[in-house]
Each structure stands twice: as C-alpha cells, then as structure tokens.
C-alpha cells in the first residue's frame, strides 16, 4: 500500500467511524462531539510539552501501533516517511537541538474536528531553535494529526508535517541575518495567522532561506 493509499485509508476510517458513531447511514451528517474535541486538545497539549522536554520515550508512548508520519528533517526540511515507531523513536534523538541548544514551539491547534473515537487536528506556527550565541532559527510549520481512541486512551496515529514558509535566522534583537550573521538592511519579521516570515520593505517579498 502506497502512502497516499495509506493516508485515505486513515481518513476513509476516520470518515466510516464518523457515521457510524452517529448511528446513521450514508446519508448522515457528521456529529461533532465538543467533549472529545476537548480531550484531543488536551491530548495535543500533553504532546507540546513532552516535544519541550525532548521526552522521546514518552512521545513514542502516545503513537499507536499503526502509527505512520510524513515528517520533516530539521536540518534540512528534506520529507522522510515513517511507519514504524521504534523507527520515530530513533528519528526522534536526532531531531531535538544539542549543544546548549533549546526549541520551543509556538505552534497551536487551528482546527480540532472530533467524535468519540476519532479526532483530527490542523496546527501552524514555528519552530524555534535558540542556539547559545543568541541567534534562533525559525522554522514555520503546518501539519494535520489524527488521533484514534484507545482501550488506553488517545493515541496518534497519523502525522504530516510541511514547512509553511522559508527557515529564516535573527540575531538577539531579533532582526533577520544570513547565513554569515550579518543583518539583512532593510528586512523584518512580520507574523501572520501565526506563522513568521521575513519581509524587505520596499520588495514585499520573502528573505531567501537561511539555513546552516
């Protein structure tokens, strides 16, 4: 089964448990569950803060055993598949910063959609790695989680991750710089719908990506 084929599965379940849940046929309009919704939030909730502690056993533990993710690799926002959580948890190691590194996410939940046994989710915002010079490095983000009801509660079952912008870099004062540090003239951070990009007044335009 192909990826695409894989994540229509998921969502065609999603769909299939939507009517069902709502005791109704094929012509049955979906039934929103504001009591799940709520728990799925918390759920992803829960998931930002172990994602800050770089608790990569505890992020593994809320993946379900059909769990499967279109990820991005940090250092270079390159696409890689995964479809084997021992798999992610190796995966995992190697994304969370070192070196007197720290992230911090401020991504947040646009859009929460649930039943009671099926939750999806839509998030946008950044990633930002502060590094120990002072600068950070901004990597804005989109993604869609679906998360499954459990006989052990919530679990993820499907991530998919896309940049939604260029990586861009800024110094202390947070104004933008290249890769060699030096500010760019002319350039700022505008933020929109909760995603950053970096503007140069006079082209309207984004900064080229910055990346090591």
Known sequence: MSEVQDFGQ???????????????????????????????????????????????????????????????????????????????????????????????????????????????????????????DGTKEHQPLRSSALAAKTAAGWKWTHWHMSEAGPRFRVNASSQPIDANGNVIPGARVVTEDGISRVVIDGQGNSAPVQRD
């Open 10 to 132: 998921n969502v065609g379940d999603f769909m299939r448990g939507v009517f069902a849940d709502s005791g109704a046929g094929d012509d049955a309009v979906f039934q929103r569950d504001a009591g799940a919704e709520g728990e799925v939030r918390g759920f992803l909730a829960d998931l930002q803060a172990l994602y800050a502690r770089g608790d990569v056993d505890a992020i593994v533990n809320t993946l379900a055993d059909n769990f499967s993710t279109y990820e991005l690799i940090a250092a270079n926002g390159r696409p890689v598949t995964i479809r084997d959580k021992a798999r992610m948890g190796e995966y995992l190691r190697t994304l969370f910063p070192s070196g007197g590194q720290t992230q911090i996410k401020s991504i947040t939940a646009n859009r929460v959609v649930a039943n009671s046994t099926l939750g999806l989710i839509n998030e946008e915002g950044d990633v930002v790695i502060s590094r120990p």
